[in-house]
């Protein structure tokens, strides 16, 4: 198991945590890898910029002009901005994104929400959305989408539907983090319909093609491969199991309207 320190306090009831003496020993942790945590704080700062110099604000490190630090700059004295011109107040959503992965990668009880858009040049389209919960899949809580307003093979305004839609029920817990099968396109859509119902939520997209990470942060893109083995099948657990099951629902709606389809009788020719 992972290692934990033990640490107590003096208590006259008999704790859960054991006893020697009257000193109560609780355990603290498990903590992660260090090398390993390092590992992922250097990968995620590709595309999750963050402080780690003493500097001023107004004095530029060497990690800023490498583009991994998000010294602050003025914008003549109107607005606050990080190192690629994004506000500071997304900056600091970028911060609770990275933090989020952090826990995520902890194995904290994060709630995850993936989706997925699944069609054939449009017919049948049908989007998803899977949780996970602990590392684990929360499956009383997958919902799936067929897709009403959008024509043609269009998976980025499929997104768009599914969000919107799954937007309009804030009695479902919102997510700890999002994560978007797909690239920019996806994630740039992703973020347009959280801004539509003025919400901020940790969001990133995950694309199939070349095992890259999106977020709106950075224009950098991050390998897959460049985070520990272990997050990296998390990731792609998560993703394909948002996958699978968009994939078992376009096969229901595909079937289902095959039945219906009335089988022709004649003779052959």
Not at 114 to 138: E, L, Q, R
Not at 246 to 266: C, E, N, S
């Given at each position: 198991?992972?290692?934990?320190?033990?640490?107590?306090?003096?208590?006259?009831?008999?704790?859960?945590g054991?006893v020697?003496?009257?000193?109560?020993?609780?355990p603290?942790?498990?903590?992660?890898?260090?090398?390993?945590l390092?590992?992922?704080?250097?990968?995620l700062?590709?595309i999750?910029?963050?402080?780690t110099?003493?500097n001023?604000?107004?004095?530029p490190?060497?990690?800023?002009?490498?583009?991994?630090c998000p010294?602050?700059k003025?914008?003549?004295?109107?607005?606050?901005?990080?190192?690629?011109?994004?506000?500071?107040?997304?900056?600091?959503?970028?911060?609770?994104?990275?933090?989020?992965?952090?826990?995520?990668?902890?194995g904290?009880?994060?709630r995850?929400?993936?989706y997925d858009i699944?069609?054939i040049?449009?017919?049948?389209?049908t989007?998803?959305?899977i949780?996970?919960?602990?590392?684990?899949p929360?499956?009383?809580?997958?919902?799936r989408?067929?897709i009403?307003?959008?024509r043609g093979a269009?998976d980025?305004?499929m997104l768009?539907?599914?969000?919107?839609?799954?937007?309009?029920h804030?009695?479902?817990?919102?997510?700890d983090?999002?994560l978007?099968?797909?690239?920019?396109?996806?994630?740039n859509?992703?973020?347009?319909?959280?801004?539509?119902?003025?919400l901020?939520?940790?969001?990133?997209a995950?694309?199939?093609?070349?095992?890259?990470?999106?977020?709106?942060?950075?224009n950098k893109?991050?390998?897959?491969?460049?985070?520990?083995?272990?997050?990296?099948?998390i990731?792609?657990?998560?993703?394909?199991?948002?996958?699978?099951?968009?994939?078992f629902?376009y096969?229901h709606l595909?079937?289902?309207?095959?039945?219906?389809?009335?089988?022709?009788?004649g003779?052959?020719?």
């Amino acid at each position: 198991g992972q290692p934990s320190l033990r640490g107590g306090s003096k208590n006259s009831s008999p704790p859960k945590g054991g006893v020697r003496g009257d000193f109560v020993i609780n355990p603290i942790g498990p903590f992660v890898n260090g090398a390993e945590l390092k590992q992922v704080l250097r990968a995620l700062r590709q595309i999750l910029p963050y402080r780690t110099c003493k500097n001023s604000y107004d004095k530029p490190c060497l990690q800023w002009h490498l583009g991994l630090c998000p010294t602050h700059k003025s914008a003549n004295n109107k607005q606050s901005t990080i190192n690629n011109g994004l506000p500071l107040n997304t900056y600091h959503l970028s911060l609770v994104t990275l933090r989020q992965l952090l826990r995520f990668y902890a194995g904290e009880p994060i709630r995850i929400e993936a989706y997925d858009i699944s069609n054939i040049h449009g017919a049948y389209a049908t989007g998803s959305m899977i949780v996970f919960a602990g590392n684990k899949p929360k499956k009383s809580d997958y919902r799936r989408f067929k897709i009403k307003n959008v024509r043609g093979a269009n998976d980025v305004a499929m997104l768009k539907e599914v969000l919107r839609r799954r937007l309009n029920h804030p009695e479902w817990p919102y997510p700890d983090l999002m994560l978007i099968d797909g690239g920019k396109a996806q994630l740039n859509a992703a973020n347009l319909s959280l801004n539509t119902e003025h919400l901020s939520l940790p969001l990133v997209a995950l694309a199939k093609k070349d095992e890259e990470i999106y977020t709106e942060y950075s224009n950098k893109t991050l390998k897959l491969r460049s985070l520990p083995i272990s997050l990296q099948l998390i990731f792609q657990t998560i993703r394909n199991e948002a996958h699978r099951f968009a994939i078992f629902y376009y096969r229901h709606l595909h079937a289902k309207q095959f039945r219906k389809t009335p089988k022709r009788v004649g003779k052959k020719s």
